[in-house]
């Protein structure tokens, strides 16, 4: 059976995308077979990192949660953007982008225990390894659903006061729902922090395991999601970084 690997933020803009893929781009190119999944339906965006736009992508999440399609139907083969030294497989079920898709999502809904099935489903018809879901920000009845049969769950936030707050919500409902192996990662860094120094912080402060603390990085923040960052910049601490992030997601 896959890997379940969860990763979220309480709040937007703490690279929780761009971590889910670079992640999967990784375990991918180790040999693996990973899925990633885009349950950020209000607000889609992992796809922008695999060059897939509203005329490539075909089925989407959306799609199966109306009971259009399979879920397996709407899963993307991106193994091709992770270049020929690739060992593994990787796909990507992609949240639709059309805004009359979206605004049929906020207004109609969909049965929340459908990603249940789906992510089941992939599991087995994909023979996935490694099942990463890319969740929207905050707290919702997907995410609660998607923390209780989570193998890991990584919580992604920067060190800022407003997103320590959030954080702590997160991972008392995370308790509460009796999830075991909960990840810290705190992102984006300023370079003039002490690494040291805000791991023991945060650790202490949530009494869980810090995994990463993942510098600023320009060179990110230049690609504009266009790029997976491994692939451009494998020698950079960074990707360092999230090497050791997904190794520890998978043990």
């Given at each position: 059976?896959?890997?379940?690997?969860?990763?979220h933020?309480?709040?937007?803009g703490?690279?929780?995308?761009?971590t889910?893929?670079?992640?999967?781009?990784?375990l991918?190119?180790?040999?693996?077979?990973?899925?990633?999944?885009?349950?950020?339906?209000?607000?889609?965006?992992?796809?922008?990192?695999?060059?897939?736009?509203?005329?490539s992508?075909?089925?989407?999440?959306n799609?199966?949660?109306?009971g259009e399609?399979?879920?397996?139907?709407?899963?993307l083969d991106v193994?091709d953007?992770?270049?020929?030294?690739?060992?593994?497989?990787f796909?990507?079920?992609?949240?639709?982008?059309?805004?009359s898709?979206?605004?049929?999502?906020?207004?109609?809904?969909?049965?929340?225990?459908?990603?249940d099935?789906?992510?089941k489903?992939?599991?087995s018809?994909l023979?996935?390894?490694?099942l990463?879901?890319?969740?929207?920000?905050?707290?919702?009845?997907?995410?609660?659903?998607?923390m209780?049969?989570?193998d890991a769950?990584?919580?992604i936030l920067?060190?800022?006061?407003?997103?320590?707050?959030?954080?702590?919500?997160s991972?008392?409902l995370?308790?509460?729902?009796?999830?075991e192996?909960?990840?810290l990662?705190?992102n984006?860094?300023?370079?003039?922090?002490?690494d040291e120094?805000v791991?023991?912080?945060v650790?202490?402060?949530?009494?869980?395991?810090?995994?990463?603390?993942?510098?600023?990085?320009?060179e990110?923040?230049?690609?504009?999601?266009?790029?997976?960052?491994?692939?451009?910049?494998?020698?950079?601490?960074v990707?360092?970084?999230?090497?050791?992030?997904a190794?520890?997601c998978?043990?």
């Open positions: 059976m896959a890997k379940i690997i969860m990763l933020s309480f709040r937007g703490t690279g929780k995308t761009n889910s893929a670079n992640i999967g781009a990784l991918a190119m180790s040999g693996l077979r990973v899925a990633v999944v885009d349950v950020d339906i209000q607000s889609p965006g992992i796809h922008t990192l695999f060059g897939v736009d509203d005329k992508m075909g089925k989407t999440l799609n199966y949660l109306w399609c399979s879920i397996e139907d709407a899963a193994t953007q992770l270049g020929e030294k690739a060992e593994g497989k796909f990507l079920i992609p949240s639709s982008i059309k805004a898709d979206i605004a049929r999502i906020l207004r109609d809904g969909y049965t929340v225990n459908l990603l099935e789906g992510f489903s992939l599991q018809k023979e996935l390894d490694a990463i879901i890319d969740t929207h920000p905050g707290l919702n009845d997907e995410i609660l659903l998607s209780a049969f989570a769950l990584g919580i920067r060190p800022d006061q407003q997103d320590y707050q959030g954080t702590s919500i991972v008392k995370a308790r509460n729902l009796e999830v192996n909960i990840l990662i705190v984006k860094s300023p370079q003039l922090f002490n120094t791991k023991s912080r650790e202490e402060a949530y009494s869980a395991e810090v995994v990463a603390v993942v510098p600023h990085s320009d990110m923040m230049a690609l504009s999601s266009a790029k997976l960052f491994v692939l451009e910049y494998p020698d950079d601490p990707t360092t970084h999230l090497k050791k992030l190794v520890r998978m043990s």
